[in-house]
């Protein structure tokens, strides 16, 4: 693994995706930014990742059917992906991906952050 991981954020509230985003960079983490599903998964294209985290509920392209269509996509070679949420709803991530409650506080999200990427 590279000696700083690229992780690509996406959440459709700009704060939140540059708030997550600005405390990966302080960890020398590579951080790549999307404001939704559609551009998330354009950038997941683009770009080798090593995580992604990514929120459950935005529009045009939900976090869940974005994570189905890389799966579909790259299969063994999706990187992990961490869901957030407000709402609890680990039953329908099930085997995409780990689940974290929003809010949470920045040293859970960097606990989770550095667990998924070993």
Do not use: W
């Not at 704060?15 to 020398?28: C, K, Q, T």
């Not at 099930?94 to 859970?108: I, R």
């Amino acid at each position: 693994m590279s000696k700083h991981p690229h992780i690509l954020v996406v959440d459709d509230e700009d704060a939140i995706a540059n708030m997550i985003a600005e405390a990966l960079r302080d960890e020398d983490y590579t951080v790549l930014t999307a404001y939704d599903g559609r551009q998330g998964l354009e950038l997941a294209r683009q770009h080798t990742l090593d995580l992604i985290l990514t929120d459950v509920m935005m529009p045009y392209l939900d976090g869940l059917k974005m994570a189905e269509l890389l799966l579909q996509e790259f299969g063994a070679k999706t990187p992990p992906i961490i869901f957030m949420s407000a709402v609890d709803c680990r039953n329908q991530i099930q085997s995409l991906g780990t689940f974290l409650f929003k809010p949470f506080t920045l040293e859970t999200l960097l606990d989770v952050v550095e667990s998924q990427l070993g």
